[in-house]
């Protein structure tokens, strides 16, 4: 089992960039396939990357492509991601999701695919 806490979230201008971080408890973190996503107001929470266990892949949801980049350091027992080049679309809750794997290197995109998650971290981002 593990626990997630993100951290990171803030109220940012339109154009910059801002690192999210989700801290992970309990041993053997790079077992477990992790994933952000993201809930703004009135909406349903959605995807936004996704990464494999050991960090060597990683998918992203179109509307962030190219400017968001998520990575992990298992030594550390933490997730990121970096979110570049901020839009006021982008405000939300942001939360990191963990799902346990014995083996598999890939990734998951549904959140009903995931075990964990973290309570969520928000950003606000002002035009």
């Known amino acids: 089992q593990v626990q997630l806490v993100e951290s990171g979230g803030g109220l940012v201008q339109a154009g910059v960039s801002l690192r999210l971080s989700c801290a992970g408890s309990g041993r053997s973190f790079g077992n477990y396939a992790m994933g952000w996503f993201r809930q703004a107001p009135g909406k349903e929470r959605e995807f936004v990357a996704a990464?494999?266990?050991?960090?060597?892949?990683?998918y992203y949801a179109d509307s962030v492509q190219g400017r968001f980049t998520i990575s992990r350091d298992n030594a550390k027992n933490t997730m990121y991601l970096l979110m570049d080049t901020l839009k006021p679309e982008d405000a939300a809750v942001y939360y990191c999701?963990?799902?346990?794997?014995?083996?598999?290197?890939?990734?998951?995109?549904?959140?009903?695919?995931?075990?964990?998650w973290g309570q969520g971290t928000q950003v606000l981002v002002s035009s």
């Open positions: 999701a963990a799902k346990f794997l014995y083996y598999s290197g890939t990734y998951y995109l549904n959140e009903d695919d995931y075990d964990y």
């Open positions: 990464i494999t266990r050991s960090g060597s892949s990683t």
